[in-house]
């Protein structure tokens, strides 16, 4: 049973890591164009993983305005590239401003304008550190498949919204998106090849390391 904490509490470990302005600004423009970033206490997870593994090669799929982004590129190598693929060319134009207003290189982004089923079979097998997940919901079940071929033993790949607004753990539930982060859930709990953790910070940052 979870420990029944307060929303204080949950907002006080949401919020532990604060986010600076290049951030704040980032997540301003998401809201203008309808774009849901991760939320500051995932974000601080991914730079933690990213940090963790010192990651050099990241995946992301879903640039949004730049959110998660940066936060994996503040985790990285400091030489570390990120791969970041998007449907929205207006959205990576934003996220592209994001990086450059947080100083980041411009060699340290490359930036994919595509359908992620579409750009992933390009990248190169094993190559990665970490896959992280934020596109279209009801795709998670493949993105997991594109991603364990793209990681490196040991690599992480991570799922935002693995709670989807309370959803997932709601039977009644039975939208195509829910379904499908539920689908994705059973095959991380039931692989034998990957060690997983939900880590229930924003929307729920689901985690698996490839063993
Ligand atoms: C939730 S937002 C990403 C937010 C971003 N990861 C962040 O936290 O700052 C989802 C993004 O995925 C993009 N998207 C939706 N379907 C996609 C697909 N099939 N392939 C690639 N990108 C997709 C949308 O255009 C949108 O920018």
């Not at 890591?17 to 500051?40: K, M, N, S, W």
């Not at 730049?66 to 693929?85: A, E, F, K, N, Q």
């Not at 959205?91 to 290189?105: D, E, M, N, S, V």
Request: glycine share 10%; hydrophobic share 45%; proline share 5%.
């Amino acid at each position: 049973m979870a420990a029944g904490l307060k929303p204080a509490s949950w907002a006080y470990a949401e919020e532990f890591v604060a986010e600076d302005e290049v951030l704040a600004d980032a997540r301003a423009r998401g809201a203008e164009v309808g774009v849901a970033p991760i939320g500051p206490g995932g974000g601080a997870a991914l730079r933690f993983l990213a940090a963790l593994t010192e990651a050099r090669a990241v995946v992301e799929i879903g640039t949004g305005t730049g959110v998660s982004g940066l936060w994996l590129l503040r985790g990285m190598r400091p030489d570390g590239v990120l791969t970041t693929v998007d449907t929205e060319a207006e959205h990576q134009r934003l996220a592209k401003k994001a990086f450059g207003a947080a100083g980041i290189p411009t060699q340290r982004a490359r930036l994919i304008n595509g359908a992620a089923l579409e750009v992933l079979p390009r990248l190169t097998d094993g190559h990665y550190d970490l896959v992280f997940c934020d596109g279209d919901k009801r795709e998670y079940p493949d993105y997991l498949t594109e991603a364990l071929r793209l990681l490196k033993p040991g690599g992480l790949v991570a799922f935002d919204n693995a709670l989807w607004h309370d959803r997932v753990a709601d039977p009644a539930q039975r939208d195509p998106e829910t379904v499908a982060i539920r689908e994705l859930g059973r095959t991380i709990q039931e692989s034998d090849e990957l060690l997983s953790l939900l880590i229930p910070m924003s929307d729920g940052l689901l985690v698996a390391r490839k063993l």
